[in-house]
Each structure stands twice: as structure tokens, then as C-alpha cells.
């Protein structure tokens, strides 16, 4: 089992960046897949990027392709996501997930296991 904290949200500005952090406890986090999530008002949560727990291996969301990279730093149980470029349709909360050996989903069903969420908002 893991335990996820969301941090680094907040207010900018259209074209600044933030890097969002999920920290984990519990053992193992190298074996857990890790994707980051994302609920605006009135809307469904959606993929937004995903590292997988064997060979790092990210895939990421059309509408935040080439603009946020996700990554992983095992030795402190952290995931982070670099967001660049940011728009004012980015703004949602955002979530972290992860799952036990996981293949990559892009589903949060097969996501057993969520942080708390951290607030973005763009203003343009």
C-alpha cells in the first residue's frame, strides 16, 4: 500500500510554468506506476501523463504533449510533473495516482490509489 501528498499547485499567469510534486510513503514505490490526473469544474477526471514503474517508460495526453513532462525520482519516492506553456484550460485540480505494478493506464479505475490534489488555475 502507498500513501500519495500532492503539492505545488497555484495561480499563474498564461505561458508560466509550475512543477507539480507527489510524494509517496510506504516501501516499494519503484515497483508503482505513477500517473497525474486532472478534474476541472463540471467535468470528468482525465489522463494527463504516465511513468511506468519498469524501464520509465511516459506517455502523455494530447492537449499537454511537448509541453509537460512527467518524471520520477525513486530514491526520494517522489513523481513530479513539469508544466511549461501553461493555458487557461489547464486549470483543474490535479491528482496523482498509482498502481502496483501497473501497464501505463490511462483509465483512473486502474488507479487504486490517489493523492489529495493540488489546485492549478491560469489566468490568461
Known amino acids: 500500500q502507498v500513501q500519495l501528498v500532492d503539492s505545488g499547485g497555484g495561480l499563474v499567469q498564461a505561458g508560466a510554468s509550475l512543477r507539480l510534486s507527489c510524494a509517496a510513503s510506504?516501501?516499494?514505490?519503484?515497483?508503482?506506476?505513477m500517473a497525474w490526473f486532472r478534474q476541472a469544474p463540471g467535468k470528468e477526471r482525465e489522463f494527463v501523463a504516465v511513468?511506468?514503474?519498469?524501464?520509465?517508460?511516459?506517455y502523455y495526453a494530447d492537449s499537454v504533449k511537448g509541453r509537460f513532462t512527467i518524471s520520477r525520482d525513486n530514491a526520494k519516492n517522489t513523481v513530479y510533473l513539469q508544466m511549461n506553456s501553461l493555458k487557461p484550460e489547464d486549470t483543474a485540480v490535479y491528482y496523482c495516482a498509482a498502481d502496483y505494478l501497473g501497464n501505463s493506464g490511462t483509465v483512473p479505475q486502474q488507479y487504486p490509489y490517489w493523492g489529495q490534489g493540488t489546485q492549478v488555475t491560469v489566468s490568461s
Open positions: 511513468i511506468s514503474w519498469r524501464v520509465d517508460n511516459t
Open positions: 510506504g516501501r516499494s514505490f519503484a515497483t508503482y506506476t
